[in-house]
Antibody
């Protein structure tokens, strides 16, 4: 199982960023994909979840209206777009595989994508 | 839902380490644990309170009772030095997937 993310990004405040996460080694549509970010020195913060099976999404309220999570089953790739970036969005963004579970957890993670927001 | 972890734990090599994760009636939830080496992505080391994923050494174990879940590493090794995070799912809060503040394990 591998999740390989796109490279680091530097953005100006107000811009958008789109991070990709290409999965391999398992049946992409059989697992959910969550996005988790981690600011420097902080705990991980869950942003939302998407189902490659049917496209369902659930977002943390904090990001509602600013984030969009999508998947492309033809390439086994998940995407996370965050808009209207602010300086406090500077963080490492991870995708993580989420098995179907009554108590969700993350069994495989991407390597992370550093997004820096600076004027 | 708030998860509380001690900021740091120190232990000598070969000794056991215990890392706690406190939460109101946490025993009613399943607790998952992640290890994060500096500059690396988190790695799942325990899920459903006490289940080890394949490839995780038997030295790692977990328990959950009352208001405290515990990750135990028996016979700590230098390579175990890392940050450890607990995580639960709580459908009644937002976000529903919550992480503890993390514990830095230092091997003396």
């Amino acid at each position: 199982v591998q999740l390989v993310q796109s490279g680091a990004e530097v953005k100006k405040p107000g811009a958008s960023v789109k991070v990709s996460c290409k999965s391999s080694g398992y049946t992409f549509s059989s697992y959910g994909v969550s996005w988790v970010r981690q600011a420097p020195g902080q705990r991980p913060e869950w942003m939302g979840w998407t189902s490659p099976y049917n496209g369902d999404t659930t977002y943390a309220q904090k990001f509602q209206g600013r984030v969009t999570m999508t998947t492309d089953t033809s390439t086994s790739t998940a995407y996370m777009e965050l808009r209207d970036l602010r300086s406090d969005d500077t963080a490492v963004y991870y995708c993580a595989r989420e098995p179907e579970s009554s108590s969700p957890y993350f069994d495989y993670w991407g390597q992370g994508t550093l997004v820096t927001v600076s004027s | 839902y708030v998860l509380t972890q001690p900021p740091s734990v120190s232990v000598a090599p070969g000794k056991p380490a215990t890392i706690t994760c406190g939460g109101t009636n946490i025993e009613g939830k399943s607790v998952h644990w992640y290890q994060q080496q500096p500059g690396q992505a988190p790695v799942l080391v325990i899920f459903y309170d006490n289940v080890r994923p394949s490839g995780i050494p038997e030295r790692f174990s977990g328990s959950n009772s009352g208001n405290t879940a515990t990750l135990t590493i028996s016979r700590v090794e230098v390579g175990d030095e890392a940050d450890y995070y607990c995580q639960v799912w709580d459908s009644s809060t937002d976000p529903p997937r919550v992480f503890g503040g993390g514990t830095k394990l230092t091997v003396l």
